[in-house]
C-alpha cells in the first residue's frame, strides 16, 4: 500500500506545519481569518479571541460558545451579558448559527419579535436546521412563537429539505411534518407550495448545515 501513495504526498503534519506557515504571517496585519485559522490549528484560544476582536463572525460564535459553557472567571450576570454580546457580534456578522443563539437569548428575555427576525434572517442564509424550523413556525406546527399562518411558504420550505436527501437526519423530519402540514391545506395550495419552494431555491443560498471547516 505504501508504494501506493505519491513520492511528493505530504504527511498530516507537513498540512499542519503548511497551513501555519501561510497564515502566520497574515496575523500581523491583523486579518482577523487567519488567526481563526491559527486557531483552529493550534487550539490555542488566544488566537480565537484576537479573531473575534478583529470581526471575525464564526470566532465571535465560538467566544460566545466558550463562555456560554463557563470558560474564564466571571461572575453570573456578567457572564450572561459576555455570552449575549458575542453572539449578537457574529449574528450581525451574518453567521446563521450565532443568530439562533442570540435569538434564544431574546426569546428568553422576553423578546419575541426579536426572536423572530433573527430565526427570520437565519433562515435566509439556508441554515437547513432553522429552515425546518422557520417552515414549521410558518405553519403553525407547532405555534409556538407567534408567527403569521403562511402554510403554503411554511410548506415550501420543509419541502425544499428534501433535497438533503437525509443529511443530518433531515430527511425523517421532512417525512413527518409534511404530512401535517398538508392536512391544513388543498391540494391547490400544495401545489402552489412546491412552485414556492423551486422558487425559493433560485433565490436564495443554497441550503447548508454550515459545518465547520477545519479541527471544531
Known amino acids: 500500500m505504501a508504494k501506493d501513495c505519491p513520492i511528493d504526498q505530504k504527511s498530516p503534519i507537513d498540512w499542519l506545519n503548511k497551513a501555519k506557515e501561510l497564515a502566520e504571517p497574515r496575523t500581523s496585519a491583523k486579518d482577523a481569518e487567519a488567526m481563526y485559522v491559527m486557531y483552529e490549528l493550534t487550539l490555542d484560544n488566544t488566537w480565537l479571541e484576537k479573531s473575534a476582536t478583529n470581526g471575525h463572525a464564526i470566532a465571535q460564535y465560538w467566544m460566545g460558545i466558550l463562555y456560554k459553557q463557563g470558560e474564564g472567571f466571571l461572575l453570573p450576570w456578567n457572564r450572561a451579558e459576555v455570552v449575549e454580546k458575542w453572539f449578537k457580534a457574529s449574528a450581525e456578522g451574518g453567521y446563521p448559527k450565532a443568530m439562533m443563539e442570540y435569538a434564544a437569548i431574546l426569546f428568553e428575555k422576553g423578546d419575541t419579535e426579536g426572536f423572530r427576525q433573527w430565526n427570520e434572517k437565519a433562515a435566509l442564509t439556508g441554515y ?57 391545506m388543498t391540494s391547490q395550495q400544495i401545489e402552489e407550495a412546491i412552485e414556492t419552494s423551486k422558487k425559493w431555491k433560485a433565490s436564495h443560498p443554497p441550503l447548508s448545515f454550515f459545518p465547520d471547516r477545519l479541527s471544531q
Not at 410558518?138 to 403554503?152: K, M, N, Q, R, S
Not at 411558504?153 to 404530512?179: F, H, R, S, T, W
Open 128 to 184: 437547513a436546521p432553522t429552515v425546518y424550523g422557520y417552515g414549521s413556525d410558518l405553519a403553525h406546527e407547532p405555534d409556538t412563537y407567534g408567527f403569521p399562518f403562511e402554510p403554503i411558504k411554511g410548506y415550501a420550505l420543509i419541502y425544499l429539505l428534501k433535497e438533503l436527501d437525509g443529511g443530518g437526519g433531515m430527511q425523517e423530519n421532512v417525512e413527518y411534518k409534511l404530512p401535517l402540514i398538508a392536512k391544513k
